[in-house]
């Protein structure tokens, strides 16, 4: 159905019990799913189906069908994704651990990462690679774009070190559009500019844009002019591809039909709107040099940090909150690090906690933040807060 | 004068952490020290961090309703360990399904809640009434 609607790339997600390798729940309530012919998982539960059912599932499809889960150990889900023939695997060792688990140690899940990086790069030829995708919105909750930026360079790197070929960085819309293009941009010319610095300049990189991944509006017709006016910001950044929302996000699991309309809509608005010049303005340059600014700062802060490889001394920026992902539920995850918008909807920096922002860079946070007319009012922040995160729904 | 400590946290294997966070900065943002649990606690979180920290008040989170299984008899440990007086607060979705609204507060208050907050959506609520139980101290209560 998604393939008749005009999807280039077919998703298939994984049900949570897979996602934290609880195979024999998943096999379960697969066998009671099947008794009482309703769902009672809520995605598809690779390891347990097996690659031959799935292989034989994608047969007549000719295009590629892309893995989205949020494992923090995909070994064994990812080679049965392999030998079913699906060619694009989402994931990295960050982006699937701090915004997906509560627990899992970081270190193991950037190992079992590496894994996971081997295995795609093996199955890889210059002609058939298997595509390596990251996971840019991590808890889709006012993640600063340089937060955002800086996981994905290093999950570019991560890959590119155990031999990926083909590589996407991603990224969530941010509520702001002059935040969306600016971050696009800087996210481009970032990953770039690391792969060659490393000696990656053979890696491909491509751009992913998701569509608002916080709070939706449970009205249908608000949530459709979400969905369209997302999928016009993804022509003017020029992304490569776009993750498509439904208009039933805030409701639930989407079902087929309403999914097949989501990307019939988008795939109207991409034929529709075309965008060809980039588009600029004196608060999006300045928001590119900022980003930029401070996605360097963190990342050359990592690169200083000690480790005998490049994994450790990630893991180390992780432990002492260089890297701190807002709304984290892993125990482990600073949340020193407060985030706000801004006068026109874009994600700041309030108080970078251990976070490496530079002086200058903070007084252009703050200095944005200032103004915002209601700052300096009586409501107390955490009412703030609530509005900036919901401010979709 | 010291600030006054609180021990916060969700129960259960809840893990919705975006309102235990906002609870965090609103409590700081009245002068608290929060001792944040965060997502996934069992009831013996909460009071061995009480003791531990020898906080004036808990705050409990349940989001998804396993609030009701978890808090049975939650004063208990609390008196055991010596520390009765210690304010416990719930707040959030703390029943699965639909009920009364009145049946839930009951309750939560047999369990040995001093304040209840069912799908009340403003922590300033909660907040306010901190504020107040603790001025009172515990003969008030």
Known sequence: ?393 | MSQERIVLGVIGDDIHVVGNRIIQLALEESGYRVFNLRARNRPEHFYQAALEVNAQAVFVSSLNGEGEYWCSDFRKPFIDLGIPDTLLYIGGNLVVGKRDRGDVLRLFKQYGFDRVYHQEPDIGVAIADLRNDLGHGKAKR
């Open chain 1, 1 to 393: 159905m998604l393939d008749s609607a005009g999807a280039d790339f077919i998703p298939l997600t994984i049900d949570s019990y897979t996602r934290q390798n609880q195979y024999d729940i998943a096999a379960e309530l697969l066998e009671r799913s099947e008794e009482k012919q309703s769902s009672f998982l809520n995605g598809y539960p690779l390891v347990v189906h097996g690659w031959e059912l799935t292989r034989e599932l994608y047969r007549d499809l000719n295009k590629p069908v892309s893995l989205r889960h949020g494992t923090p150990d995909a070994r064994l889900l990812v080679e049965v994704a392999l030998a079913s023939g699906i060619a694009e695997i989402e994931g990295g060792g960050l982006c699937y651990c701090i915004p997906y688990s509560e627990g899992f140690p970081l270190d193991r899940c950037l190992l079992y990462w590496q894994y996971v990086d081997r295995i795609c790069a093996v199955h890889s030829t210059d002609e058939a690679p298997i595509h390596r995708e990251s996971f840019g919105p991590l808890t889709a909750t006012m993640v600063p774009p340089a937060i955002a930026l800086a996981v994905q360079v290093v999950e570019a790197l991560l890959a590119a070190e155990q031999g990926v070929l083909s590589f996407a960085a991603s990224f969530g819309q941010t509520g702001s559009t002059i935040q969306d293009i600016a971050t696009a941009r800087v996210l481009r010319t970032l990953i770039r500019r690391y792969l060659d610095r490393f000696d990656f300049g053979h890696v491909r990189s491509y751009l992913v844009f998701h569509q608002w991944m916080g709070q939706f509006p449970t009205e249908r017709s608000k949530a459709a002019a979400l969905i369209a006016c997302a999928a016009q910001n993804a022509c003017v950044i020029g992304a490569d591809k776009i993750v498509v929302k439904t208009v039933d996000e805030a409701l639930g699991v989407p079902d087929p039909e309403v999914n097949a309309d989501a990307v019939e809509s988008v795939r109207y608005v991409f034929d529709r709107f075309r965008w060809v010049e980039p588009v600029t303005s004196t608060s999006i340059e300045a928001e590119i040099d900022l980003i930029e600014s401070e996605t360097v700062g963190i990342l050359e802060a990592i690169f200083d940090l000690p480790g005998d490889v490049f994994w450790e001394s990630v893991h180390r920026a992780f432990q002492t909150g260089l890297i701190d992902v807002p709304y984290s539920p892993h125990a482990d995850n600073a949340n020193r690090l407060v985030s706000m918008r801004d006068a026109n909807g874009s994600i700041r920096i309030k108080d970078p906690g251990h976070v490496p922002i530079s002086e200058g860079d903070l007084k252009r946070e703050h200095g944005l933040l200032a103004l915002r007319e209601d700052l300096d009012g009586a409501d107390p922040s955490f009412r703030r807060l609530l509005h900036d995160i919901g401010i979709m729904a």
